[in-house]
């Protein structure tokens, strides 16, 4: 019984040894916790009066930036007024052009004017003293060339001669001239009778090639043909390339000049000054010879390209035909032999003239 007693006091002993240490343990663990918390602030940081105001400052100044840029991109016109648009006839002619509005005033069949009418108009108002000798509206003088009749024989006086504004003196046929006035005159072999002679000559750029030989002997023919010619025949000069530029003297207008020595030395300067330069249009340069009426014209050039259509060969045949007019073709190339195809050959063959190639290579050269 005693030996019991001994035992429970013993565990009653040991159980409240053991009961303190666990609060002990107990109360360090709480230490730990409540020391981390204290060290890791987990609330929320509480944003400052002064920094949200800056923020909004900075905000409100970029939107009132933009609105500022957004107000003063341009638009429209700027300050300039604008200005009704409309739609207008433009009327080209060879002095000024007329704009009209379709609207106010339609444009009726009856009050066009024909080319014939615009021409002389212009060259009327446009009219100047002998002694000044104005250069002339070359343009307009080819408007009206390809629209025109043969010109109207005059006196070739200025102001005396009606030729519809084409600046031409006395234009006869070959049939108004008397036979005892015809001579033959020849250019490169090619020889042409008559008494009113037209030579007409290419000066574009590709004549200055091989050293500028092509232009220099077609200058030395010319002069040489210039001076076979009579106090009894006429003649009249036109350099080309792309617009004509036709012989003339001061004081007097464009017309046929007597084969006269004073002409022929004039003649001779003018050929001298001619340089080569710029592109090639054949049509308007022979449709300038063409209303001149001439017996012969000596055509020559040596450009392949362009080339004239057959619709500009049949044009320029009719006009010929109606003044009995022959023209001559004298083609350069750079070829040894003349080509299978050329429209110079057809242009000859067309208007009972004759075709001669030549070689620009061999050019100056003396013969053998």
């Known amino acids: 019984m005693a030996r019991t007693q001994d035992v429970e006091s013993e565990n009653e002993l040991s159980e409240s040894q053991k009961q303190p240490k666990s609060r002990t343990t107990l109360g360090v663990g709480n230490r730990s916790v409540n020391s981390l918390e204290s060290a890791i602030d987990l609330t929320p940081p509480t944003r400052t009066a002064p920094a949200l105001l800056l923020s909004m400052l900075v905000h409100v100044v970029a939107l009132v930036a933009l609105g500022l840029l957004v107000a003063r991109a341009p638009s429209g016109t700027g300050q300039v007024a604008d200005r009704p648009i409309g739609i207008a006839l433009a009327h080209v002619m060879p002095d000024r052009t007329r704009y009209t509005d379709p609207a106010q005033s339609p444009l009726e069949p009856t009050e066009q004017k024909s080319s014939e009418e615009a021409t002389a108009a ?21 408007e009206s060339v390809q629209a025109t009749p043969s010109p109207i024989s005059g006196t070739g006086m200025a102001g005396e001669a ?87 003297m001061s004081g007097i207008p464009l017309q046929m000049m007597a084969g006269e020595d004073n002409n022929k030395i004039a003649a001779s300067r003018y050929v001298g000054s001619i340089m080569a330069y710029g592109a090639t249009e054949h049509e308007s340069a022979l449709k300038m010879a063409l209303r001149l009426g001439p017996d012969v014209i000596f055509f020559l050039t040596d450009a392949r390209i362009p080339r004239l259509s057959s619709t500009q060969l049949r044009e320029i045949q009719r006009r010929a035909g109606q003044g009995g007019t022959t023209i001559h073709a004298i083609e350069f190339g750079s070829d040894p032999a003349a080509p299978s195809e050329s429209f110079l050959r057809d242009l000859a063959a067309m208007n009972q003239g004759q075709y001669r190639y030549l070689d620009v290579s061999t050019l100056g050269q003396p013969k053998p």
């Open 162 to 248: 009606n030729l519809d504004g084409d600046a031409f003196g006395s234009a006869s046929a070959s049939g108004t001239t008397s036979d005892s006035s015809d001579a033959t005159t020849m250019v490169f072999g090619v020889s042409g009778s008559g008494s009113r002679f037209v030579y007409v000559f290419d000066r574009s750029d590709s004549m200055n090639g091989y050293g500028g030989r092509p232009l220099r002997a077609a200058k030395r023919e010319l002069i040489r043909s210039l001076e076979s010619l009579t106090d009894r025949q006429q003649f009249q000069l036109i350099f080309y390339n792309d617009k004509p530029t036709p012989f003339r």
């Open 122 to 142: 212009a060259a009327s108002s446009a009219a100047a003293p002998p002694s000044i000798a104005p250069p002339i509206d070359l343009d307009g003088i080819l």
